[in-house]
Each structure stands twice: as structure tokens, then as C-alpha cells.
């Protein structure tokens, strides 16, 4: 994790220089911290990609970083590099980009504006009637990981390898039943709370006012917070099928409109009482998004889908931008829930991306995802996918390139066995 003590001492904005022939020894953990921090251009965003204090100095008086323009403070390690008047001044550009959010968050404009894994999209609570409703807000990050699938002992290790990486975005759920080993996880690494971003979700068979409620409590308790960043609707329909016995539903008292008038009605009383800073919304089709934008009172937020070269959903897509509604995608890279007859990374125009770019398939997915304006949360047990998935700020796909992948989507649906949640009534 980084110094950001360093902050006090030396220019966030100042502007460094990594010569290509550097290279430190491989093998140690700074080595694995170098090859991430390298791609930094200014001090401020070697710290955000995890250099420590000591790493910047010991890198300069070995000639591994060079500053551009005046270089006195980090190579002497005695004088604070001070900011230049000129820059320091309110409204400068420079100024502005070294605003950020609390915890070290910093709000870009899109997606693709994104060059860490701290940097990301402002949401901010909207009535439907106009203007700010009660809640801060939260920068969520564009690029976080998930955690699906990872449960008990397989959450610590793969969690804190994310976190060192820079990770701050967190997405689980009610129904992941890792929400305790999450929470341990992120105590454990010692980042500061306010530096996390933790994304649940409340599962179907909780739908209505009290059950929804009883599961929010559950998750923090399990969470081991006080409060929770972005709280999401996992599905827009009740539970069916296994373990329930057949033709049997859950909740029991079930009906469509109890997503918008019990569910989501708790949904904003938290936010409005500070239990959480966002909410939203995950699998729900635009002609669900329309009904509840017609009687909620506090827009969603986000809405969590399925997106990827297969799946290209466009129009959800644009209507979500159209209504303040930020897109966020699972299954990027492909689903496990499916026996998949093809893998993306195979793909002959993400191939032929990736080999343009060098960069792997798994980015050049990842990357596509971010300029079509969406926000990813890969998931992956490895630590070297970990990182993989993390490096995906220092290239951009041409527009030839987006198209080709746009033109792979066929329709197929690689989660929940491949059903259409936006048909549920």
C-alpha cells in the first residue's frame, strides 16, 4: 500500500519519467511494485499505483526515475518539492486533476477517462423530481474486482493480493456468502475504510420493505462496517427453482410491483439515513428501469449486467447514460456459470487487438467494456490475473477495434442458464 505521507513532502502533480533501459532486480516485492508503478506519469499516480516513499527516493538516487523540470526535493530527500504559484492557484488545470474524493478516490468523467484503479465515476443520489437528495455520494471505481464464487478460505489470499495491488472497489453479495470473509479480508490489509468502496446486493427471496431491511443489517454485520458504499437489487424478480420445491415461489407473498414499492423504498430510506452511499439496481432491462423510474423517489444509480462481445447491449447501454444510470459489467471476460464453446480470448478481434497493443486478451476485453462506457469487476483466484486485470490504463483501442468487437455480439447470455432477466414481469 502506498506512503501517502509522501503527499506532504513532494508535488502530487510533479511530472516523472521512467527511462525504458531502467530496470530493477526481479523477484522481490519492489520489483513487483515497479512493474506496476512504472507507467506513472506523475508522483501522484506512482503512489496511486503503490510506490512507497522509500521506493520514489531510492529509484531517483539510483537513476531509475527522473523528474521533469525541478528535481531537487526527491533526489536530495531533504527540501518539500513546493507546487509553482502559477499551479497551486484554484481552477488551474493542473489543480483540478490533483482533486480527489475522500479516500484517495478520484471522479473522471467516464469509464474510459479512468488511468487507475482508484479512479472512477461520481454517483450522486438524484431525486426523480429533480435536484440532490440527502446521501454523498461515492466515486465508484471503474475498474474493481469481484467476488463470485470465493468463499471461506479461497477470499483471504486472492482479496489481499487485489488490495496491494490497488484495488478499491469490492463487489459481493447476499447471496456470495463471502460477505464475513470479505470484511476480514479488507481489515486485515490495514487500508482505511474511507479508502474502500464494498458493492453488495440483496438477493431475490428478500423482496419487500422488512425483508430487505433485515438483509441489509445481515450484510453489515456480516461486512463488519457501519455502513455500505453501493447497495444493488441482485434481480428484478422473486426466487424460483432449486432448493425451493417445485411450482413454489420465494418470497412467498410475491409480487412484481413489491420490487419498486417494498424493495426499493427500503432501498431509500438507507441512503437517505446514511447506512448507504448509492444504490441500485443489477440484471434489470430497460422496460424495468422505466417502471421504477416512473414512482421511486430516488433514482438507481447503477445497474450491474451482463456485457460482453456476445452480449453487446447497446440499448440498455444508451438508455442508461440517457437516464444518469452508470453501467457496470460482469462476465467480461466470460462466465463460469457456462460450459462456454468458445473463449472470448480467442476471438480473432481481440487476438489481433491484443498483439496490436501488447496487451492480453483478458485487457483488451477489459479495456473494450471501458470505452463503451461501461465499469468492469473482474474476478480471478490468481495473482497474476489479478494484476493482469488491473493493467488496463496504459493503452486505448481505436475505433476500428471497438467496432470489430461490437460486430461478435450474437445475443448469447452465458448467465442464470441463460435467461433474459428484463423479461421478468
Known amino acids: ?30 520489483y513487483e511494485r515497479w512493474q506496476q508503478y512504472r507507467k506513472a506519469k506523475t508522483i501522484g499516480e506512482a ?76 454517483l450522486k443520489p438524484t431525486l426523480r423530481s429533480g435536484g440532490a437528495s440527502a446521501g454523498s455520494g461515492v466515486v465508484l471505481p471503474a475498474v474493481g474486482y469481484g467476488t463470485y464464487k470465493l468463499k471461506g478460505a479461497e477470499v483471504k489470499e486472492p482479496m489481499l493480493a487485489a488490495l496491494r495491488q490497488g484495488y478499491r472497489l469490492f463487489d459481493t453479495a447476499q447471496v ?17 475504510r474511507e479508502e474502500i468502496v464494498i458493492e453488495t446486493k440483496v438477493w431475490r ?18 461486512l463488519g462496517v457501519d455502513y455500505i458504499d453501493l447497495y444493488l437489487i441482485h434481480w428484478p424478480g422473486a426466487k424460483t427453482g432449486w432448493p425451493l420445491k417445485k411450482g413454489t415461489i420465494c418470497p412467498p407473498d410475491w409480487t412484481p410491483a413489491m420490487r419498486d414499492t417494498g424493495t426499493w423504498k427500503a432501498m431509500e430510506e438507507l441512503l437517505e439515513k446514511g447506512k448507504v452511499k448509492a444504490i441500485g439496481v443489477a440484471n434489470y432491462g430497460e ?36 437516464n444518469g444510470i452508470v453501467l457496470q459489467a460482469y462476465a467480461s471476460l466470460g462466465s463460469s456459470d457456462a460450459k462456454q464453446a468458445e473463449t472470448f480470448f480467442q476471438l480473432p478481434p481481440v487476438q489481433k487487438a491484443a498483439e496490436a497493443h501488447k496487451a492480453t486478451p483478458a485487457q483488451v476485453l477489459l479495456r473494450w467494456a471501458l470505452q463503451k462506457g461501461a465499469l468492469v469487476v473482474p474476478k480471478s483466484s490468481k495473482a497474476s490475473r489479478i494484476q493482469e486485470n488491473s493493467e488496463v490504463f496504459h493503452f486505448s483501442l481505436t475505433k476500428s477495434e471497438v467496432s470489430a468487437i461490437d460486430a461478435l455480439h450474437n445475443g448469447t447470455r452465458l448467465a442464470w442458464k441463460g435467461e433474459d432477466p428484463g423479461k421478468i414481469e
Request: proline share 5%.
Open 47 to 122: 503512489l496511486k499505483l503503490g510506490a512507497t516513499k522509500a521506493d520514489l527516493r531510492w529509484d531517483a538516487q539510483k537513476g531509475l526515475l527522473k523528474l521533469v523540470g525541478n528535481a531537487a526535493g526527491l533526489q536530495a530527500g531533504s527540501t518539500p518539492m513546493k507546487r509553482p504559484a502559477a499551479a497551486a492557484a484554484s481552477g488551474t488545470p493542473s489543480a483540478k486533476a490533483a482533486r480527489t474524493a475522500g479516500g484517495g478516490l478520484r471522479a473522471v468523467a467516464s469509464a474510459a477517462a479512468a488511468k487507475t484503479l482508484r479512479d472512477g465515476v461520481q
Open 287 to 322: 422496460r424495468q428501469l422505466k417502471q421504477l423510474l416512473k414512482v421511486c423517489k430516488i433514482k438507481p444509480m447503477v445497474n450491474q449486467v451482463e456485457f460482453h462481445p456476445r452480449l453487446v447491449q447497446s440499448e440498455l447501454l444508451e438508455f442508461c447514460k440517457a
Open 205 to 222: 427471496s428478500s423482496h419487500g420493505y422488512e425483508r430487505t431491511m433485515k438483509a441489509f443489517n445481515q450484510s453489515l454485520r456480516k
Open 1 to 30: 500500500m502506498a506512503d501517502t505521507t509522501i503527499l506532504k513532502h513532494f508535488d502530487s502533480d510533479q511530472q516523472i519519467l521512467f527511462p525504458s533501459d531502467a530496470e530493477k532486480k526481479p523477484g522481490s516485492a519492489c
Open 176 to 192: 456470495y456468502e463471502n460477505e464475513a470473509d470479505v470484511g476480514r479480508a479488507i481489515r486485515e490489509s490495514g487500508v482505511p
